[in-house]
């Protein structure tokens, strides 16, 4: 059985806030791990209303410096505060969040029950930022007005599962049980072998998300993905026709997400961050599938996708 994975968009706006669209912010829960992914203003009023287990993220990851991807991060800690948490609180972020948050520390938050931990982001290619037995974190860097990292949650492949019955079947020794989740076949003591296929199966095949956040069309990312992604979210903040305004402010059309899909083999690709200017999204997805195969969602505020 696979655990959860599942993205809630809290949301999908840039720049400004809509009636509709707060903006950027999402949800991660990964086997009941919550992990927070950018938190633009009124995140926390969207945990409440989308009915997020609040007090149990314990990750906070910043793709970058603007008012639209950070706004929404004091109210979260002055309410964790509020609601007496004490265990420690990740935050894994641009290294000047730091002088913003102790800035607001100095004059607001008097004193804080539970500890902030740091954790800078880095140059220099993808790097793994967290892990636990089943997920790795990774962040690489983009190209915006500011810097920038992108995100990819990676499930880690695990071992294979015995075969209950057939375990008890060979009377199978517990030291021997180990080797076979590896791979190995089974010798007993009189010497005859039994191949692993018959002991085990092979466990599900790990599953990835990529967060993508204000960026240039940059397809040098590529080099950061084998495989397959599950899950691509890509800003598209502009339609081809602003191609020019897209250039300018260092964000991307949806075509260029649609063209990183294909660049990284994502099987579903989700759109978000559009400029207030556009009031129909349709129009997103119908440029995006110009180029784009797989399945393309104009995410809204509140919904939720399976990895
Ligand atoms: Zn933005
Ligand atoms: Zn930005």
């Not at 009377?171 to 989740?181: D, F, L, Q, V």
């Not at 903040?237 to 964000?251: D, G, I, M, W, Y």
């Not at 997805?285 to 110009?290: F, G, L, P, R, T």
Request: net charge neutral; aromatic share 12%; hydrophobic share 35%.
């Amino acid at each position: 059985l696979k655990p959860k994975f599942e993205l809630t968009i809290l949301g999908s706006s840039s720049a400004l806030p809509t009636s509709r669209r707060n903006t950027t912010a999402q949800v991660l829960n990964h086997a009941e791990r919550f992990f927070l992914i950018d938190a633009g203003e009124g995140t926390q009023i969207r945990m409440r209303q989308f009915k997020i287990k609040m007090p149990r993220i314990d990750h906070i990851f910043i793709s970058h410096l603007h008012g639209d991807h950070i706004f929404g991060l004091p109210g979260i800690i002055n309410t964790f505060n509020l609601l007496g948490r004490g265990k420690d609180l990740h935050i894994y972020a641009p290294p000047e969040l730091q002088e913003f948050l102790n800035a607001i520390h100095n004059y607001i938050f008097t004193r804080l029950n539970y500890e902030i931990i740091f954790h800078n982001l880095e140059d220099g290619g993808k790097k793994l930022i967290y892990e636990n037995k089943l997920l790795e974190v990774y962040s690489f860097p983009v190209s915006h007005r500011v810097k920038t990292w992108g995100f990819s949650f990676e499930e880690k492949k695990q071992p294979r599962k015995l075969i209950k019955e057939k375990i008890e079947e060979y009377k199978i020794p517990i030291p021997w049980r180990i080797r076979i989740k590896n791979g190995e076949d089974y010798t007993d003591e009189e010497g005859n072998i039994y191949p692993n296929e018959e002991l085990t199966t092979d466990s599900p095949e790990p599953r990835k998300y990529v967060f993508i956040t204000d960026t240039e069309y940059l397809p040098s990312i590529k080099s950061y993905f084998n495989g397959s992604v599950d899950v691509l979210y890509h800003e598209s903040t502009f339609l081809q026709s602003e191609l020019e305004r897209a250039k300018e402010t260092k964000h991307s059309t949806a075509k260029e997400a649609a063209q990183i899909a294909n660049l990284i083999n994502a099987k579903k690709l989700l759109l978000g961050h559009f400029s207030t200017r556009y009031k129909d999204c349709h129009k997103f997805i119908e440029e995006a599938s110009s180029v784009f195969d797989g399945e393309i969602f104009i995410v809204n505020d509140g919904d939720t996708f399976q990895v």
